[in-house]
């Protein structure tokens, strides 16, 4: 169910600002692609520990999609 196996553990805290990153970038599909990843990501991004350490966002770095 989670990285380490049935316990929410420090791995997911230490993966899910990737995940946040990743959505903040329309990279989603990169993860979505994977049902597995997905729902782990969905599951990690619920969590009251992970939304209460999500920058709001007029913080995070603006998107530069002129590339």
């Given at each position: 169910?989670?990285?380490?196996?049935l316990q929410y553990s420090l791995?997911?805290?230490?993966?899910?600002?990737?995940?946040?990153?990743?959505e903040h970038l329309g990279?989603?599909?990169?993860?979505?692609?994977?049902p597995e990843a997905a729902?782990?990501?969905r599951d990690i991004m619920m969590q009251a520990t992970v939304?209460?350490?999500?920058?709001?966002a007029d913080y995070r770095?603006?998107?530069d999609r002129r590339q």
């Open positions: 169910e989670w990285l380490g196996g791995a997911d805290v230490a993966m899910a600002p990737f995940v946040e990153r990743l990279m989603w599909n990169l993860i979505g692609s994977c729902r782990w990501s939304i209460a350490s999500c920058a709001p770095l603006p998107l």
